[in-house]
C-alpha cells in the first residue's frame, strides 16, 4: 500500500500547543492523523537563511518535515504573491491586491525550492496530496525534477469565475499549473465550475465535466466539500461545558442571549458589514438593549500585510464606537477578542451561543459554521446565521442564509434566530447534523484520494 504525503504552507504547531488557527491545519491535521503519512510544508520560521534540509519529527503516525523560509522567500511567496494577490483575488478583493513580478518570481523560486527539499523524501510509491494557493506551482516543479508519483491538489478557498482571475497579470501561467496536477479539487461545484469556464472559454481546452483537457494535457476536476467530524465536537463541546472559562462566559451573561462568532482576523469574513447588522439589531430594537450580546473572537492573521492592518484598525474603531453608543453600566453590546483558544474549549463556547453568526463575503467553505452546529446540545440547539457566499451554505439546509453585504437582513434573521420557537430550532438542528455526518472529514479525504488514484491509475494509501 501506497503512503500519502501531504504538502501545505501551513503544518499544524507540531507543538502541543495545537493546531494554527485556519481550516486548512484543522482539516488535514484531523484526516491525517487517522491515515499517517508524512506532512512536509513551512515550519513557520522566517530567518536570515532557508534552512538546507527539512527538520523531521514524528508524533504518532505522522512524521511532520518542515522547512524555515530566508526572509527574503517569506516576503516575496508568503507575504507578497500568495497572500497580497491570491488571497484578496480569489476571494474577489482585487481592489486589494497588488501584483509584483518579483513577487510572483519569488513564488514560483520557493515553490521549485520545496519540491527539491521534498524529493530526497519520497519513496517511488507516495501519493502526494498538495494544499492550497501557496503551492500552485508545485507539481509542476515536481516534474521538472523528475518526481513522477501522483500528485493532487486541493483548494480549499474560492476559485474566481475568470473575469476576476484575469486581473491576476500572469493568470494563464496559473491555470497550466494546475493542468499539470492529476486532480484537482474544489470546495464546490461553483469553485470548479469557474475553473472549467476559464479552462474552456477563456483558453480554448476542453472538459467534459470531470476532467479538463489544454494544450494536450488532461486533469481530472472534482469538488469535494470539507467536513468535521460533527460526534467528536458534539462529545468535546459537552465535555468542556463545566470547564472555569466557559462558566465564567455563562456567569457573565446574567441570562442574557449569546451571539458568537469565530473567524481569523480576516477582511474575506465580513466582520465590519456583521458589526454594522449587530448596530442594527440594536437600533431597531431597544428591547434587546441589555438582553443580548456579541461575543467576537478574532485571532489576528498575516498582521504584516497592510490590508490586515487596516480591518484591525476599523474594527477596534468600530467596536469602540457601537459599544460607546449602546453600553450600560452593566452591559457591553459587543464583547471583541484577539485571542486563538485550545479547540476543544472553543467548541465549548460556541454551544453557549443561541447564535452563531457566521457571515464571511466569501469563504472556500467555512468550517466553524459546521463546528458550531456540531457543538449545540441537541435538546436545546442555538441557530446558525450564514453567508449565503459561504461554501458551507450549500450543505446547510437548517441555517438561516442571508445576504452579509445586506446588514438589515443579517440584523433580521440575527432577531428570528433568537427568537426561534424550540421545535423549530431542533429540527433545523438535525437536519444540519445529519448532514454534517453525512460528508463528515474522512468522506472529503477518502472521496479525494479515491478520485486522486483513479486518475493516476494507482492503488489508495494505506
Ligand atoms: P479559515 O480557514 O479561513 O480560517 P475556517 O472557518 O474554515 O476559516 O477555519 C477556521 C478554523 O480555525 C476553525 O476550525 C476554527 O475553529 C479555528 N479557529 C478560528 N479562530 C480560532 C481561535 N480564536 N482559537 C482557536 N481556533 C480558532
Ligand atoms: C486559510 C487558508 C490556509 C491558511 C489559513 C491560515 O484557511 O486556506 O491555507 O493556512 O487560512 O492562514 P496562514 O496565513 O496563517 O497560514
Given at each position: 500500500m501506497s503512503r500519502l504525503v501531504v504538502v501545505s504552507n501551513r503544518v499544524a504547531?507540531?507543538?502541543?500547543?495545537?493546531?494554527?488557527?485556519?481550516g486548512l491545519a484543522i482539516g488535514v491535521l484531523d484526516a491525517l492523523k487517522e491515515t499517517g503519512g508524512v506532512w512536509f510544508g513551512w515550519s513557520g520560521e522566517c530567518l536570515a537563511e532557508a534552512s538546507d534540509e527539512p527538520t523531521i519529527e514524528t508524533r504518532g503516525n505522522v512524521t511532520y518535515a518542515t522547512v524555515s523560509l530566508a526572509k527574503r522567500d517569506y516576503d516575496q511567496y508568503y507575504r507578497g504573491f500568495s497572500n497580497a494577490t491570491l488571497w484578496p483575488v480569489f476571494h474577489y478583493r482585487n481592489d486589494l491586491a497588488r501584483y509584483d513580478r518579483q513577487e510572483y518570481a519569488g513564488y514560483q523560486r520557493v515553490n521549485r525550492w520545496l519540491a527539491a527539499q521534498l524529493k530526497p523524501l519520497l519513496r517511488p510509491d507516495d501519493v502526494i496530496w498538495v494544499h492550497d494557493?501557496?503551492?500552485?506551482?508545485f507539481a509542476a516543479a515536481c516534474r521538472e525534477l523528475g518526481i513522477e508519483n501522483p500528485i493532487g491538489f486541493f483548494l480549499h478557498i474560492p476559485f474566481p469565475v475568470p473575469q476576476i482571475l484575469f486581473t491576476v497579470p500572469p493568470h494563464a501561467e496559473l491555470i497550466q499549473a494546475l493542468m499539470q496536477y492529476d486532480l484537482v479539487g474544489f470546495q464546490t461545484r461553483v469553485d470548479m465550475q469557474a475553473f472549467l469556464d476559464y479552462v474552456?472559454?477563456?483558453?480554448g481546452g476542453q472538459s467534459d465535466g470531470r476532467s479538463a483537457t489544454l494544450d494536450g494535457r488532461t486533469c481530472a476536476v472534482g469538488a469535494f466539500p470539507i467536513g468535521v467530524y460533527p460526534d467528536a465536537i458534539a462529545k468535546a463541546a459537552k465535555a468542556c461545558a463545566e470547564r472555569k472559562v466557559v462558566r465564567a462566559l455563562r456567569d457573565s451573561l446574567h441570562g442574557r442571549a449569546l451571539v458568537i462568532s469565530v473567524d481569523r482576523l480576516d477582511y474575506s469574513k465580513g466582520l465590519v458589514e456583521r458589526f454594522h447588522a449587530f448596530e442594527a439589531l440594536l437600533a431597531a430594537s431597544p428591547g434587546l438593549h441589555g438582553r443580548v450580546s456579541l461575543l467576537q473572537i478574532a485571532p489576528p492573521t498575516r498582521s504584516d500585510v497592510q490590508s490586515y492592518q487596516l480591518i484591525r484598525r476599523t474594527l477596534e474603531a468600530e467596536s469602540g464606537r457601537i459599544n460607546g453608543r449602546y453600553a450600560q453600566l452593566d452591559w457591553t453590546p459587543i464583547q471583541y477578542l484577539n485571542r486563538k483558544y485550545e479547540r476543544n474549549l472553543l467548541m465549548a463556547l460556541l454551544r453557549t451561543a443561541r447564535v452563531g453568526c457566521v457571515t464571511p463575503l466569501r469563504d472556500g467553505m467555512n468550517l466553524v459554521a459546521k463546528e458550531y452546529v456540531a457543538a449545540q446540545d441537541p435538546t436545546d440547539p442555538g441557530v446558525l446565521v450564514l453567508s449565503q457566499f459561504a461554501g458551507a451554505a450549500e450543505e446547510m439546509p437548517g441555517a438561516l442564509v442571508v445576504n452579509p453585504f445586506n446588514v438589515m437582513q443579517t440584523a433580521e434573521a440575527i432577531e428570528r434566530a433568537l427568537t426561534m420557537p424550540l421545535d423549530e430550532r431542533i429540527q433545523r438542528h438535525a437536519s444540519m447534523m445529519a448532514k454534517l455526518r453525512e460528508s463528515d472529514l474522512s468522506v472529503w479525504r477518502d472521496a479525494f484520494l479515491n478520485a486522486l488514484a483513479d486518475a493516476a491509475h494507482v492503488a489508495l494509501p494505506a
Open positions: 504547531a507540531v507543538s502541543e500547543a495545537g493546531p494554527a488557527a485556519g494557493y501557496h503551492l500552485i506551482p474552456v472559454r477563456a483558453a
